[in-house]
T-cell receptor, first 116, second 112 residues
Framework: DAEITQSPRHKITETGRQVTLACHQT?????MFWYRQDLGHGLRLIHY???????NKGEVSDGYSVSRSNTEDLPLTLESAASSQTSVYFC???????????????FGPGTRLTVL | SQQGEEDPQALSIQEGENATMNCSYK?????LQWYRQNSGRGLVHLIL?????REKHSGRLRVTLDTSKKSSSLLITASRAADTASYFC????????????FGKGTTLSVSS
């Protein structure tokens, strides 16, 4: 069965370190997304990609970067981790809607990141 | 950026009762989606309603969309304890793409 996976599921790191969170999907979806979820803020879009070599900034992109070298993977990198980036991170993917607008997104299980 | 805002933030009901959650958004949309999140898990898609649709059903779920008021509602009939979760509405980030903007969610608690 197609799925979307994230690794690691839990990560503790120190302020200033570079951290990369992995996201892998086997849906063959063109679109992939990264969100962070914090109490009181819901889900906020960090970066997204509509295909290989395409990346776009979301609502809260500062301090994060992504690259898309193949269809299946969209790793999220925190260049220099800060305590404010302690959060739960979700990756999602979707196909391109056939009649305009966003299609159903399929979410990974999340990565809980703690920055000390 | 536009964002769906759910109301109420929290809702507590008894099993068998109906639960209604509302979502308001700011700008024109192509479609609106509802998702559920069980504690500690990823989001799961429930239903998508397009801007030219007014009502949609899926099992015990009924979604309405009023584009003139820029609002949507999610009705869960005959609630069960297993419906306990957070519910989010999501709208297009913009008319041209497929990214979504999520609201902050409604936390539903169904007690037996």
């Amino acid at each position: 069965d197609a799925e979307i996976t994230q690794s690691p599921r839990h990560k503790i790191t120190e302020t200033g370190r570079q951290v990369t969170l992995a996201c892998h999907q086997t849906w063959n979806h063109n679109n992939m997304f990264w969100y962070r979820q914090d109490l009181g803020h819901g889900l906020r879009l960090i970066h997204y990609s509509y295909g290989v070599q395409d990346t776009n900034k979301g609502e809260v992109s500062d301090g994060y970067s992504v690259s898309r070298s193949n269809t299946e993977d969209l790793p999220l990198t925190l260049e220099s981790a800060a305590s404010s980036q302690t959060s739960v991170y979700f990756c999602a993917s979707s196909s391109t809607g056939t009649s305009g607008g966003a299609d159903t997104q399929y979410f990974g299980p999340g990565t809980r990141l703690t920055v000390l | 950026s536009q964002q769906g805002e759910e109301d109420p933030q929290a809702l507590s009901i008894q099993e068998g009762e109906n639960a209604t959650m509302n979502c308001s958004y700011k700008t024109s949309i192509n479609n609106l989606q509802w998702y559920r999140q069980n504690s500690g898990r990823g989001l799961v898609h429930l239903i998508l309603i397009r801007s030219n649709e007014r009502e949609k059903h899926s099992g015990r779920l009924r979604v309405t969309l009023d584009t003139s008021k820029k609002s949507s509602s999610l009705l869960i009939t005959a609630s069960r304890a297993a419906d306990t979760a957070s519910y989010f509405c999501a709208t297009d980030l913009n008319q041209a793409g497929t990214a979504l903007i999520f609201g902050k969610g409604t936390t539903l608690s169904v007690s037996s």
